[in-house]
Protein backbone atom coordinates (compact mmCIF):
# COMPACT_ATOMS: atom_id res chain seq x y z
CA UNK A 1 0.00 0.00 0.00
CA UNK A 2 0.96 3.47 -0.15
CA UNK A 3 2.92 5.92 2.03
CA UNK A 4 1.67 9.17 0.81
CA UNK A 5 -1.28 9.92 -1.67
CA UNK A 6 -2.29 13.41 -3.08
CA UNK A 7 -5.75 14.11 -3.40
CA UNK A 8 -5.92 16.63 -6.28
CA UNK A 9 -8.96 17.96 -5.76
CA UNK A 10 -11.34 20.02 -3.27
CA UNK A 11 -14.72 20.04 -1.28
CA UNK A 12 -16.20 17.50 0.20
CA UNK A 13 -15.01 14.77 -2.07
CA UNK A 14 -11.21 15.74 -0.85
CA UNK A 15 -11.99 15.31 3.00
CA UNK A 16 -13.87 11.97 1.96
CA UNK A 17 -10.85 10.65 0.73
CA UNK A 18 -8.37 12.01 3.07
CA UNK A 19 -10.88 10.42 6.06
CA UNK A 20 -10.12 7.01 4.14
CA UNK A 21 -6.11 7.74 4.10
CA UNK A 22 -6.48 8.67 7.67
CA UNK A 23 -8.18 5.26 8.24
CA UNK A 24 -5.87 3.14 6.88
CA UNK A 25 -2.73 5.37 8.09
CA UNK A 26 -1.83 6.93 4.51
CA UNK A 27 -0.40 10.33 4.52
CA UNK A 28 -2.51 12.35 2.69
CA UNK A 29 -1.45 15.68 0.02
CA UNK A 30 -4.14 18.37 0.00
CA UNK A 31 -3.82 21.23 -2.72
CA UNK A 32 -5.28 24.28 -2.40
CA UNK A 33 -5.90 27.45 -4.39
CA UNK A 34 -5.16 30.53 -2.52
CA UNK A 35 -9.10 31.29 -2.43
CA UNK A 36 -8.82 27.80 -0.74
CA UNK A 37 -6.12 28.42 1.73
CA UNK A 38 -8.37 27.95 4.42
CA UNK A 39 -10.98 25.32 2.99
CA UNK A 40 -11.34 22.36 5.44
CA UNK A 41 -9.90 19.97 3.48
CA UNK A 42 -6.85 21.77 3.81
CA UNK A 43 -6.61 21.33 7.07
CA UNK A 44 -7.57 17.77 7.88
CA UNK A 45 -4.57 16.49 5.34
CA UNK A 46 -1.38 15.57 6.95
CA UNK A 47 0.04 18.78 4.36
CA UNK A 48 -1.00 20.65 2.12
CA UNK A 49 0.38 22.51 -1.48
CA UNK A 50 -0.88 25.55 -2.61
CA UNK A 51 -1.80 25.26 -6.25
CA UNK A 52 -2.78 28.10 -9.09
CA UNK A 53 -5.70 25.93 -10.11
CA UNK A 54 -7.16 22.39 -9.55
CA UNK A 55 -6.76 22.32 -13.69
CA UNK A 56 -2.70 22.65 -14.11
CA UNK A 57 -1.88 19.30 -14.25
CA UNK A 58 2.34 20.40 -14.19
CA UNK A 59 1.10 22.10 -10.95
CA UNK A 60 -0.19 18.64 -9.67
CA UNK A 61 2.68 16.48 -10.42
CA UNK A 62 4.97 18.75 -8.83
CA UNK A 63 3.59 19.05 -5.57
CA UNK A 64 3.57 15.06 -5.98
CA UNK A 65 7.35 15.40 -6.54
CA UNK A 66 7.70 17.85 -3.63
CA UNK A 67 5.77 15.64 -1.12
CA UNK A 68 6.62 12.04 -2.06
CA UNK A 69 3.24 11.42 -3.05
CA UNK A 70 3.23 7.64 -4.28
CA UNK A 71 -0.59 7.96 -5.92
CA UNK A 72 -2.69 10.75 -6.66
CA UNK A 73 -6.26 10.50 -6.16
CA UNK A 74 -8.51 12.47 -8.77
CA UNK A 75 -11.68 12.66 -6.74
CA UNK A 76 -14.53 13.39 -8.93
CA UNK A 77 -15.05 16.76 -11.66
CA UNK A 78 -12.30 18.51 -12.66
CA UNK A 79 -9.43 16.07 -14.07
CA UNK A 80 -10.96 12.75 -12.60
CA UNK A 81 -11.27 11.51 -16.10
CA UNK A 82 -8.77 13.15 -18.07
CA UNK A 83 -6.01 10.76 -19.69
CA UNK A 84 -3.51 13.79 -19.61
CA UNK A 85 -3.36 13.55 -15.95
CA UNK A 86 -2.95 9.84 -15.81
CA UNK A 87 -0.60 10.01 -18.32
CA UNK A 88 1.74 12.76 -16.72
CA UNK A 89 0.91 10.61 -13.48
CA UNK A 90 2.88 7.73 -15.04
CA UNK A 91 5.63 10.26 -16.57
CA UNK A 92 6.71 10.92 -13.30
CA UNK A 93 6.16 7.60 -11.92
CA UNK A 94 2.74 8.54 -9.81
CA UNK A 95 0.11 5.88 -9.32
CA UNK A 96 -3.08 7.11 -11.00
CA UNK A 97 -5.67 5.96 -8.92
CA UNK A 98 -8.20 5.61 -11.58
CA UNK A 99 -8.43 3.77 -15.04
CA UNK A 100 -5.79 3.49 -17.42
CA UNK A 101 -5.72 6.74 -19.83
CA UNK A 102 -6.53 4.78 -22.74
CA UNK A 103 -10.02 3.44 -21.00
CA UNK A 104 -10.98 7.22 -19.96
CA UNK A 105 -10.71 8.66 -23.22
CA UNK A 106 -12.75 5.56 -24.81
CA UNK A 107 -15.13 5.99 -22.06
CA UNK A 108 -14.94 9.43 -21.44
CA UNK A 109 -16.06 10.16 -24.75
CA UNK A 110 -19.42 9.26 -25.37
CA UNK A 111 -20.21 8.58 -28.91
CA UNK A 112 -16.84 6.27 -28.40
CA UNK A 113 -18.64 4.52 -24.80
CA UNK A 114 -21.52 4.09 -27.22
CA UNK A 115 -20.26 2.27 -29.96
CA UNK A 116 -17.99 -0.01 -27.57
CA UNK A 117 -21.45 -0.79 -25.53
CA UNK A 118 -23.25 -2.24 -28.76
CA UNK A 119 -20.05 -3.81 -29.47
CA UNK A 120 -20.60 -5.51 -26.07
CA UNK A 121 -24.22 -5.84 -26.69
CA UNK A 122 -25.60 -3.62 -24.41
CA UNK A 123 -28.47 -1.67 -25.88
CA UNK A 124 -28.17 2.35 -26.55
CA UNK A 125 -29.93 5.29 -27.51
CA UNK A 126 -30.76 5.53 -31.69
CA UNK A 127 -28.53 9.19 -32.19
CA UNK A 128 -28.79 11.46 -35.11
CA UNK A 129 -26.18 13.56 -36.95
CA UNK A 130 -27.08 17.68 -37.35
CA UNK A 131 -28.34 17.68 -40.96
CA UNK A 132 -31.11 14.63 -39.44
CA UNK A 133 -31.91 16.05 -36.69
CA UNK A 134 -33.05 19.21 -38.58
CA UNK A 135 -34.51 17.07 -41.43
CA UNK A 136 -38.19 16.87 -41.47
CA UNK A 137 -39.75 14.31 -40.27
CA UNK A 138 -37.10 13.71 -37.08
CA UNK A 139 -39.60 12.72 -34.51
CA UNK A 140 -39.24 15.37 -31.32
CA UNK A 141 -38.22 15.63 -28.44
CA UNK A 142 -34.09 15.38 -29.25
CA UNK A 143 -31.45 15.84 -26.45
CA UNK A 144 -28.26 18.02 -27.16
CA UNK A 145 -25.20 16.44 -25.47
CA UNK A 146 -21.55 16.92 -24.95
CA UNK A 147 -19.18 13.96 -25.94
CA UNK A 148 -17.41 14.67 -23.02
CA UNK A 149 -17.46 15.00 -19.28
CA UNK A 150 -20.40 14.65 -17.63
CA UNK A 151 -22.38 16.08 -14.56
CA UNK A 152 -25.39 17.34 -16.63
CA UNK A 153 -23.22 20.40 -18.20
CA UNK A 154 -23.39 20.71 -21.89
CA UNK A 155 -26.75 18.74 -22.55
CA UNK A 156 -30.03 20.91 -24.28
CA UNK A 157 -33.33 19.25 -24.50
CA UNK A 158 -35.03 20.27 -27.67
CA UNK A 159 -38.75 20.67 -28.25
CA UNK A 160 -38.81 22.20 -31.42
CA UNK A 161 -36.93 21.73 -34.87
CA UNK A 162 -36.34 25.79 -34.59
CA UNK A 163 -34.53 25.69 -31.20
CA UNK A 164 -31.93 23.39 -32.74
CA UNK A 165 -29.39 25.63 -33.69
CA UNK A 166 -29.28 27.73 -30.75
CA UNK A 167 -29.25 24.52 -28.32
CA UNK A 168 -26.19 23.20 -30.20
CA UNK A 169 -24.08 26.84 -29.45
CA UNK A 170 -25.34 26.75 -26.17
CA UNK A 171 -24.54 23.60 -25.02
CA UNK A 172 -20.99 24.26 -27.28
CA UNK A 173 -20.11 26.79 -25.05
CA UNK A 174 -20.93 24.73 -21.76
CA UNK A 175 -19.15 21.98 -22.84
CA UNK A 176 -15.99 24.10 -23.79
CA UNK A 177 -16.31 25.95 -20.35
CA UNK A 178 -16.90 22.49 -18.61
CA UNK A 179 -14.72 20.37 -20.27
CA UNK A 180 -12.19 22.04 -22.46
CA UNK A 181 -14.08 20.00 -25.36
CA UNK A 182 -16.77 21.56 -27.63
CA UNK A 183 -17.86 18.35 -29.07
CA UNK A 184 -21.73 17.65 -28.97
CA UNK A 185 -23.89 14.56 -30.41
CA UNK A 186 -27.83 14.23 -30.70
CA UNK A 187 -29.80 11.61 -29.73
CA UNK A 188 -33.50 10.51 -28.97
CA UNK A 189 -34.67 12.12 -25.64
CA UNK A 190 -37.61 9.93 -24.03
CA UNK A 191 -39.97 11.82 -22.31
CA UNK A 192 -40.56 9.90 -19.15
CA UNK A 193 -37.72 7.78 -18.41
CA UNK A 194 -35.77 6.78 -15.29
CA UNK A 195 -32.14 6.73 -14.84
CA UNK A 196 -30.25 3.33 -12.78
CA UNK A 197 -26.72 2.87 -12.60
CA UNK A 198 -25.23 0.26 -11.66
CA UNK A 199 -21.76 0.36 -9.89
CA UNK A 200 -18.54 -1.41 -11.30
CA UNK A 201 -14.93 -2.64 -9.88
CA UNK A 202 -12.64 -4.17 -11.75
CA UNK A 203 -8.66 -5.08 -11.23
CA UNK A 204 -5.57 -5.85 -13.08
CA UNK A 205 -5.88 -9.26 -12.70
CA UNK A 206 -9.01 -9.37 -14.71
CA UNK A 207 -11.68 -9.71 -12.16
CA UNK A 208 -14.51 -7.13 -12.80
CA UNK A 209 -17.93 -7.09 -10.89
CA UNK A 210 -20.90 -4.75 -10.09
CA UNK A 211 -22.22 -3.87 -6.89
CA UNK A 212 -26.00 -3.28 -7.72
CA UNK A 213 -28.05 -0.34 -8.94
CA UNK A 214 -28.46 3.36 -8.31
CA UNK A 215 -31.65 4.99 -8.83
CA UNK A 216 -30.83 8.19 -9.67
CA UNK A 217 -33.97 9.79 -11.67
CA UNK A 218 -35.36 12.50 -9.14
CA UNK A 219 -32.29 15.71 -11.24
CA UNK A 220 -33.22 18.95 -12.08
CA UNK A 221 -31.05 20.48 -15.07
CA UNK A 222 -30.31 16.85 -15.81
CA UNK A 223 -28.21 17.04 -12.17
CA UNK A 224 -29.03 14.78 -9.55
CA UNK A 225 -30.65 15.59 -6.27
CA UNK A 226 -31.57 12.40 -4.60
CA UNK A 227 -29.80 8.98 -5.14
CA UNK A 228 -30.60 5.61 -3.69
CA UNK A 229 -30.36 2.12 -3.56
CA UNK A 230 -31.24 -0.14 -4.12
CA UNK A 231 -34.09 1.02 -6.75
CA UNK A 232 -37.30 0.59 -6.11
CA UNK A 233 -38.25 -0.88 -9.48
CA UNK A 234 -35.25 -3.11 -9.58
CA UNK A 235 -35.96 -6.74 -8.49
CA UNK A 236 -33.46 -9.73 -8.11
CA UNK A 237 -33.25 -10.91 -12.35
CA UNK A 238 -33.40 -7.05 -13.90
CA UNK A 239 -30.36 -6.38 -11.40
CA UNK A 240 -28.83 -9.25 -12.84
CA UNK A 241 -29.44 -8.08 -16.28
CA UNK A 242 -28.30 -4.43 -15.73
CA UNK A 243 -24.89 -5.98 -13.66
CA UNK A 244 -24.18 -8.46 -16.23
CA UNK A 245 -24.51 -5.69 -19.25
CA UNK A 246 -22.42 -3.02 -16.65
CA UNK A 247 -19.56 -5.85 -16.35
CA UNK A 248 -19.57 -6.91 -19.87
CA UNK A 249 -19.18 -3.05 -21.32
CA UNK A 250 -16.51 -2.85 -18.20
CA UNK A 251 -14.64 -5.96 -19.24
CA UNK A 252 -14.31 -4.93 -22.93
CA UNK A 253 -13.25 -1.66 -22.56
CA UNK A 254 -9.93 -2.95 -20.10
CA UNK A 255 -11.69 -1.12 -17.08
CA UNK A 256 -9.97 -0.99 -13.64
CA UNK A 257 -10.93 0.87 -10.51
CA UNK A 258 -14.35 2.01 -9.60
CA UNK A 259 -16.65 3.27 -12.47
CA UNK A 260 -20.07 3.41 -13.06
CA UNK A 261 -22.47 2.27 -15.89
CA UNK A 262 -25.24 4.20 -16.57
CA UNK A 263 -28.74 3.30 -18.06
CA UNK A 264 -31.69 5.49 -19.15
CA UNK A 265 -35.08 2.95 -19.03
CA UNK A 266 -38.90 2.55 -19.54
CA UNK A 267 -40.88 4.51 -16.72
CA UNK A 268 -43.06 1.41 -17.07
CA UNK A 269 -41.17 -1.25 -17.56
CA UNK A 270 -37.86 -0.25 -16.86
CA UNK A 271 -36.62 -4.01 -18.30
CA UNK A 272 -36.30 -2.07 -21.51
CA UNK A 273 -33.23 0.00 -20.75
CA UNK A 274 -30.56 1.27 -23.11
CA UNK A 275 -26.64 2.81 -22.11
CA UNK A 276 -26.34 6.11 -21.22
CA UNK A 277 -22.44 6.54 -20.38
CA UNK A 278 -19.78 5.22 -18.28
CA UNK A 279 -18.16 7.64 -15.45
CA UNK A 280 -14.88 6.24 -15.27
CA UNK A 281 -14.22 7.71 -11.93
CA UNK A 282 -16.00 7.75 -8.28
CA UNK A 283 -19.54 8.88 -8.56
CA UNK A 284 -20.52 11.85 -6.05
CA UNK A 285 -23.92 9.35 -5.12
CA UNK A 286 -21.45 6.45 -4.04
CA UNK A 287 -22.18 6.61 -0.27
CA UNK A 288 -25.67 4.80 -0.80
CA UNK A 289 -23.67 1.43 -2.72
CA UNK A 290 -21.25 2.29 0.55
CA UNK A 291 -24.02 1.57 3.14
CA UNK A 292 -25.84 -1.03 1.46
CA UNK A 293 -22.82 -3.12 0.40
CA UNK A 294 -20.87 -2.37 4.01
CA UNK A 295 -17.55 -1.82 1.53
CA UNK A 296 -15.75 1.63 1.19
CA UNK A 297 -15.15 2.29 -2.13
CA UNK A 298 -12.16 4.40 -1.93
CA UNK A 299 -10.29 1.91 -0.15
CA UNK A 300 -10.97 -0.33 -2.81
CA UNK A 301 -9.62 2.18 -5.46
CA UNK A 302 -6.35 2.57 -3.14
CA UNK A 303 -6.23 -1.06 -3.28
CA UNK A 304 -6.77 -2.27 -7.06
CA UNK A 305 -4.34 1.02 -8.13
CA UNK A 306 -2.09 -0.67 -5.21
CA UNK A 307 -2.20 -3.91 -7.36
CA UNK A 308 -4.26 -5.46 -5.22
CA UNK A 309 -6.64 -8.01 -6.12
CA UNK A 310 -10.85 -7.55 -5.65
CA UNK A 311 -11.10 -8.62 -2.05
CA UNK A 312 -14.54 -10.25 -2.95
CA UNK A 313 -16.23 -11.76 -5.86
CA UNK A 314 -19.75 -11.55 -7.62
CA UNK A 315 -21.45 -14.31 -4.90
CA UNK A 316 -19.95 -12.71 -1.70
CA UNK A 317 -21.43 -8.53 -2.93
CA UNK A 318 -24.97 -8.79 -0.91
CA UNK A 319 -27.25 -5.69 -0.66
CA UNK A 320 -28.51 -4.79 2.79
CA UNK A 321 -31.41 -2.53 3.53
CA UNK A 322 -32.22 0.69 1.86
CA UNK A 323 -29.87 3.62 2.04
CA UNK A 324 -30.88 7.61 0.29
CA UNK A 325 -28.69 10.06 -0.45
CA UNK A 326 -29.92 14.09 -0.67
CA UNK A 327 -27.66 16.57 -1.99
CA UNK A 328 -27.53 19.94 -0.56
CA UNK A 329 -26.42 22.72 -2.78
CA UNK A 330 -26.25 26.60 -3.01
CA UNK A 331 -29.20 26.66 -5.48
CA UNK A 332 -32.72 28.90 -4.43
CA UNK A 333 -35.38 26.24 -5.61
CA UNK A 334 -37.86 28.96 -5.66
CA UNK A 335 -35.98 30.66 -8.55
CA UNK A 336 -35.78 27.40 -10.72
CA UNK A 337 -32.76 25.88 -8.53
CA UNK A 338 -30.57 29.10 -9.65
CA UNK A 339 -27.08 28.99 -7.74
CA UNK A 340 -26.58 31.24 -4.75
CA UNK A 341 -23.89 32.86 -2.58
CA UNK A 342 -22.94 33.57 0.41
CA UNK A 343 -21.25 33.32 3.81
CA UNK A 344 -21.97 30.64 5.80
CA UNK A 345 -23.11 32.49 9.54
CA UNK A 346 -24.48 29.24 11.06
CA UNK A 347 -24.61 25.55 10.16
CA UNK A 348 -25.80 22.34 11.94
CA UNK A 349 -25.40 18.83 10.57
CA UNK A 350 -28.13 16.34 11.42
CA UNK A 351 -27.08 13.54 14.05
CA UNK A 352 -26.43 10.14 13.82
CA UNK A 353 -26.21 9.99 10.25
CA UNK A 354 -23.16 10.21 7.53
CA UNK A 355 -22.90 13.71 5.95
CA UNK A 356 -20.01 14.24 3.78
CA UNK A 357 -19.79 18.08 3.26
CA UNK A 358 -17.10 21.08 2.20
CA UNK A 359 -17.92 23.77 4.56
CA UNK A 360 -18.05 25.10 7.95
CA UNK A 361 -18.95 28.59 9.55
CA UNK A 362 -17.02 31.39 7.81
CA UNK A 363 -17.29 29.19 4.30
CA UNK A 364 -17.47 31.70 1.67
CA UNK A 365 -19.53 29.93 -1.33
CA UNK A 366 -19.25 31.92 -4.34
CA UNK A 367 -20.08 30.77 -8.24
CA UNK A 368 -16.68 29.64 -9.42
CA UNK A 369 -17.45 26.10 -8.32
CA UNK A 370 -19.84 23.63 -8.29
CA UNK A 371 -23.09 24.25 -5.93
CA UNK A 372 -23.10 20.83 -4.02
CA UNK A 373 -21.70 21.96 -0.62
CA UNK A 374 -23.03 18.44 1.57
CA UNK A 375 -24.33 15.26 1.14
CA UNK A 376 -26.75 13.98 3.85
CA UNK A 377 -26.92 9.83 3.61
CA UNK A 378 -28.85 8.05 5.62
CA UNK A 379 -29.54 3.38 5.97
CA UNK A 380 -32.71 2.15 6.90
CA UNK A 381 -33.82 -1.67 6.83
CA UNK A 382 -36.26 -0.87 4.33
CA UNK A 383 -37.09 2.15 1.93
CA UNK A 384 -39.68 3.57 3.82
CA UNK A 385 -37.37 3.15 7.15
CA UNK A 386 -34.80 5.01 5.04
CA UNK A 387 -36.87 7.70 3.73
CA UNK A 388 -38.46 8.82 7.40
CA UNK A 389 -34.77 8.84 8.95
CA UNK A 390 -33.87 11.01 5.60
CA UNK A 391 -36.97 13.48 6.35
CA UNK A 392 -35.50 13.78 10.19
CA UNK A 393 -31.56 14.20 8.98
CA UNK A 394 -32.93 17.30 6.74
CA UNK A 395 -35.10 18.95 9.57
CA UNK A 396 -32.47 18.61 11.71
CA UNK A 397 -30.00 20.45 8.59
CA UNK A 398 -29.32 23.78 9.56
CA UNK A 399 -27.27 26.51 7.01
CA UNK A 400 -27.47 30.30 7.29
CA UNK A 401 -26.01 32.56 5.25
CA UNK A 402 -26.73 31.25 1.73
CA UNK A 403 -29.49 30.10 0.62
CA UNK A 404 -29.82 25.90 -0.26
CA UNK A 405 -32.08 22.93 -1.21
CA UNK A 406 -32.45 21.25 2.34
CA UNK A 407 -36.08 22.65 2.60
CA UNK A 408 -37.03 21.69 -1.19
CA UNK A 409 -35.59 18.05 -0.63
CA UNK A 410 -38.00 17.59 2.32
CA UNK A 411 -40.65 19.48 0.13
CA UNK A 412 -40.00 16.19 -2.41
CA UNK A 413 -39.43 13.51 -0.40
CA UNK A 414 -43.24 13.89 1.32
CA UNK A 415 -44.65 13.47 -2.28
CA UNK A 416 -46.41 10.26 -3.24
CA UNK A 417 -44.66 9.84 -6.20
CA UNK A 418 -41.69 9.85 -4.28
CA UNK A 419 -42.89 7.23 -1.27
CA UNK A 420 -44.42 4.76 -3.98
CA UNK A 421 -41.18 5.15 -5.86
CA UNK A 422 -42.88 6.70 -9.34
CA UNK A 423 -39.96 8.39 -9.82
CA UNK A 424 -38.70 9.36 -13.66
CA UNK A 425 -36.13 12.48 -14.60
CA UNK A 426 -38.83 15.02 -15.30
CA UNK A 427 -40.94 14.65 -12.07
CA UNK A 428 -38.94 17.45 -10.02
CA UNK A 429 -40.00 19.80 -13.26
CA UNK A 430 -43.41 18.48 -12.80
CA UNK A 431 -44.33 18.82 -8.94
CA UNK A 432 -45.54 21.85 -7.41
CA UNK A 433 -43.81 21.44 -4.26
CA UNK A 434 -44.91 23.85 -0.79
CA UNK A 435 -42.24 27.25 -0.54
CA UNK A 436 -42.14 26.11 3.02
CA UNK A 437 -43.84 27.66 5.98
CA UNK A 438 -45.53 30.76 4.51
CA UNK A 439 -43.94 34.19 4.81
CA UNK A 440 -46.34 35.66 7.59
CA UNK A 441 -44.82 32.43 10.26
CA UNK A 442 -41.31 33.77 8.80
CA UNK A 443 -41.90 36.88 9.27
CA UNK A 444 -43.39 36.70 12.68
CA UNK A 445 -40.97 34.36 14.09
CA UNK A 446 -38.22 36.84 12.74
CA UNK A 447 -39.68 40.09 14.70
CA UNK A 448 -39.62 37.89 17.98
CA UNK A 449 -36.17 37.05 17.54
CA UNK A 450 -35.08 40.31 17.13
CA UNK A 451 -37.21 41.54 20.03
CA UNK A 452 -35.77 39.23 22.21
CA UNK A 453 -32.40 40.05 20.93
CA UNK A 454 -32.93 43.61 21.50
CA UNK A 455 -34.51 42.84 24.82
CA UNK A 456 -31.23 40.80 25.95
CA UNK A 457 -29.00 43.87 24.54
CA UNK A 458 -30.80 46.57 26.70
CA UNK A 459 -29.93 45.05 29.78
CA UNK A 460 -31.50 45.83 33.02
CA UNK A 461 -31.38 49.59 32.45
CA UNK A 462 -35.27 50.37 32.45
CA UNK A 463 -34.64 53.45 30.22
CA UNK A 464 -32.54 51.39 27.19
CA UNK A 465 -35.15 48.92 27.36
CA UNK A 466 -36.11 48.80 23.19
CA UNK A 467 -38.78 45.57 23.72
CA UNK A 468 -41.69 47.66 24.57
CA UNK A 469 -41.23 46.78 28.18
CA UNK A 470 -43.10 48.83 30.75
CA UNK A 471 -43.13 50.17 34.25
CA UNK A 472 -46.38 48.71 34.70
CA UNK A 473 -45.10 45.15 33.70
CA UNK A 474 -47.56 45.50 30.82
CA UNK A 475 -45.61 45.38 27.33
CA UNK A 476 -46.55 47.56 24.72
CA UNK A 477 -47.42 46.24 21.07
CA UNK A 478 -44.49 46.47 18.51
CA UNK A 479 -45.26 46.87 14.19
CA UNK A 480 -42.90 45.29 12.41
CA UNK A 481 -42.53 45.55 8.52
CA UNK A 482 -40.09 42.65 6.99
CA UNK A 483 -39.49 41.38 3.80
CA UNK A 484 -38.44 37.93 3.72
CA UNK A 485 -36.47 36.06 0.84
CA UNK A 486 -36.20 39.05 -1.06
CA UNK A 487 -39.87 39.19 -0.84
CA UNK A 488 -42.71 41.75 -0.62
CA UNK A 489 -43.20 43.53 2.85
CA UNK A 490 -45.19 41.43 5.20
CA UNK A 491 -46.35 43.49 8.42
CA UNK A 492 -46.15 41.80 11.56
CA UNK A 493 -48.03 43.27 15.09
CA UNK A 494 -46.99 41.91 17.88
CA UNK A 495 -48.38 41.79 21.67
CA UNK A 496 -46.25 42.30 24.49
CA UNK A 497 -47.66 38.19 26.02
CA UNK A 498 -46.07 36.99 22.77
CA UNK A 499 -42.32 37.74 23.37
CA UNK A 500 -42.90 35.49 26.36
CA UNK A 501 -43.35 32.39 24.49
CA UNK A 502 -39.50 33.20 23.02
CA UNK A 503 -36.97 30.88 24.77
CA UNK A 504 -33.36 29.93 24.32
CA UNK A 505 -32.89 26.19 23.57
CA UNK A 506 -29.17 26.70 22.09
CA UNK A 507 -26.75 29.25 21.46
CA UNK A 508 -27.99 30.37 18.47
CA UNK A 509 -31.69 29.51 18.35
CA UNK A 510 -34.79 30.01 20.01
CA UNK A 511 -38.11 28.02 20.75
CA UNK A 512 -40.77 29.58 19.79
CA UNK A 513 -44.89 29.01 20.43
CA UNK A 514 -47.17 29.77 17.56
CA UNK A 515 -50.88 28.24 18.73
CA UNK A 516 -50.48 24.99 19.74
CA UNK A 517 -47.13 24.67 17.46
CA UNK A 518 -43.69 24.54 19.21
CA UNK A 519 -40.81 24.65 17.18
CA UNK A 520 -37.08 25.71 16.99
CA UNK A 521 -35.76 28.25 14.63
CA UNK A 522 -32.24 29.16 14.39
CA UNK A 523 -30.88 32.60 13.52
CA UNK A 524 -27.95 34.34 12.28
CA UNK A 525 -27.25 38.27 11.91
CA UNK A 526 -25.61 39.62 9.09
CA UNK A 527 -25.63 43.32 9.34
CA UNK A 528 -29.16 44.38 8.68
CA UNK A 529 -30.15 41.03 7.42
CA UNK A 530 -31.29 38.31 10.13
CA UNK A 531 -31.24 34.80 8.81
CA UNK A 532 -33.30 32.54 10.44
CA UNK A 533 -33.90 28.63 10.15
CA UNK A 534 -36.67 26.24 10.65
CA UNK A 535 -37.29 22.62 9.75
CA UNK A 536 -34.57 22.70 7.10
CA UNK A 537 -35.99 25.56 5.67
CA UNK A 538 -33.80 28.87 5.86
CA UNK A 539 -34.59 32.76 4.77
CA UNK A 540 -32.77 35.92 5.02
CA UNK A 541 -35.10 38.88 6.44
CA UNK A 542 -34.82 42.33 6.14
CA UNK A 543 -36.55 45.45 7.55
CA UNK A 544 -38.13 48.02 5.21
CA UNK A 545 -39.83 50.97 5.46
CA UNK A 546 -42.99 52.34 4.11
CA UNK A 547 -40.98 54.46 1.34
CA UNK A 548 -38.76 51.70 -0.08
CA UNK A 549 -39.41 50.09 -3.44
CA UNK A 550 -41.11 46.28 -3.51
CA UNK A 551 -39.17 43.42 -4.99
CA UNK A 552 -41.06 44.11 -8.29
CA UNK A 553 -39.20 46.30 -10.83
CA UNK A 554 -41.25 47.97 -13.69
CA UNK A 555 -41.73 46.01 -16.49
CA UNK A 556 -38.87 46.78 -18.86
CA UNK A 557 -36.03 46.57 -16.23
CA UNK A 558 -33.48 43.23 -16.24
CA UNK A 559 -31.78 42.37 -12.89
CA UNK A 560 -29.52 39.77 -12.31
CA UNK A 561 -31.42 36.62 -10.61
CA UNK A 562 -28.36 34.95 -9.41
CA UNK A 563 -24.70 35.94 -9.02
CA UNK A 564 -22.58 35.00 -11.50
CA UNK A 565 -20.15 36.58 -14.77
CA UNK A 566 -21.03 37.76 -17.76
CA UNK A 567 -20.83 35.70 -20.50
CA UNK A 568 -22.33 37.35 -24.08
CA UNK A 569 -24.37 40.37 -24.51
CA UNK A 570 -25.68 39.54 -27.97
CA UNK A 571 -28.35 42.98 -27.66
CA UNK A 572 -27.17 46.48 -28.42
CA UNK A 573 -28.55 49.86 -27.18
CA UNK A 574 -31.64 51.16 -29.58
CA UNK A 575 -31.92 47.91 -30.90
CA UNK A 576 -35.74 46.87 -31.10
CA UNK A 577 -36.62 43.27 -29.43
CA UNK A 578 -39.64 41.27 -28.64
CA UNK A 579 -40.41 40.23 -25.06
CA UNK A 580 -38.07 36.48 -24.79
CA UNK A 581 -35.23 37.64 -27.19
CA UNK A 582 -32.09 37.25 -25.33
CA UNK A 583 -30.26 40.38 -24.11
CA UNK A 584 -27.63 38.78 -21.79
CA UNK A 585 -26.18 35.89 -20.82
CA UNK A 586 -24.83 34.90 -17.20
CA UNK A 587 -22.59 32.09 -16.66
CA UNK A 588 -22.40 30.67 -12.65
CA UNK A 589 -21.10 27.16 -11.72
CA UNK A 590 -20.64 26.60 -15.16
CA UNK A 591 -24.05 26.75 -15.76
CA UNK A 592 -25.42 29.01 -18.46
CA UNK A 593 -28.64 31.61 -17.85
CA UNK A 594 -30.05 33.74 -20.99
CA UNK A 595 -31.78 36.57 -19.66
CA UNK A 596 -34.37 37.78 -21.96
CA UNK A 597 -36.29 41.00 -23.15
CA UNK A 598 -39.23 41.21 -20.56
CA UNK A 599 -41.54 43.48 -22.90
CA UNK A 600 -41.57 44.58 -26.38
CA UNK A 601 -39.84 47.49 -26.95
CA UNK A 602 -36.29 49.16 -27.77
CA UNK A 603 -33.58 48.48 -25.37
CA UNK A 604 -32.71 51.50 -23.65
CA UNK A 605 -29.74 50.41 -21.73
CA UNK A 606 -27.35 47.71 -21.15
CA UNK A 607 -25.48 48.15 -17.97
CA UNK A 608 -22.98 45.31 -18.21
CA UNK A 609 -20.14 43.99 -20.99
CA UNK A 610 -18.64 40.63 -21.46
CA UNK A 611 -16.31 39.50 -18.36
CA UNK A 612 -18.07 41.64 -15.49
CA UNK A 613 -19.44 39.78 -12.84
CA UNK A 614 -22.35 41.11 -10.99
CA UNK A 615 -25.02 39.72 -8.27
CA UNK A 616 -28.29 39.11 -7.43
CA UNK A 617 -30.54 41.76 -8.25
CA UNK A 618 -27.73 43.75 -10.15
CA UNK A 619 -29.49 45.94 -13.05
CA UNK A 620 -28.47 44.03 -16.36
CA UNK A 621 -30.41 46.21 -19.17
CA UNK A 622 -33.87 48.16 -19.57
CA UNK A 623 -36.52 47.71 -22.17
CA UNK A 624 -38.86 50.90 -22.90
CA UNK A 625 -41.76 49.16 -23.84
CA UNK A 626 -43.53 50.16 -26.88
CA UNK A 627 -45.91 53.15 -26.94
CA UNK A 628 -44.08 54.38 -23.96
CA UNK A 629 -44.33 58.56 -23.57
Same mark, same amino acid.
Given at each position: ?38 ? /? ?14 ? #? ?68 ? /? ?57 ? !? ?80 ? !? ?14 ? @???? /? ?41 ? #? ?5 ? !? ?83 ? @? ?38 ? /? ?167
Amino acid at each position: MFANVLVANRGEIARRVIRTLDRLGIGSVAVFTPADRDA /PHVHEASEAVSVSSYL #AIPELIAACTRTAAEALHPGYGFHSENPDLARACAQAGVVFVGPPPEVSELMGDKLRAKAAAEQAGVPVV /PTFSEAEAAAPGTPYPLLVKAAAGGGGRGMRVVDRREDLQSALESARREAQAGFGDDRV !FIERFLLRARHIEVQVLGDTHGNVLHLGERECSLQRRHQKVIEESPSPVVGPELRARLGAAAVALARAGGYIGAGTVEFITA !FENPAEHYFLEMNARL @QVEH /PVTELVCGLDLVEAQLRVAAGEPLALDQSQVLLTGHAIEARIN #AEDATRD !FLPAAGRVLAYHRPPGVRVDDAIEVGSVIDTSYDSLLAKVIVHGSDRQMALSELDRALAHTTVLGVTTTTGFLRSLIATDEVRTG @QLDTGLVQRVNLPPGPPSETVARAAALISLRLLSERSGDE /PFARADGWRLGGQRARSWWRLAVGGGDAVEVVLTGDEAVAVQPSAADAFTLIFGDERHEWTYAEDGDTLWVGCGGWAWPVRHRDADQSEAGQSGGDLRAPMPGQVLLVPASVGEEVHAGDTLVVLESMKMELAMTAPVDGTVAELSVAVGDKVGVDQPLARVEPNGSP
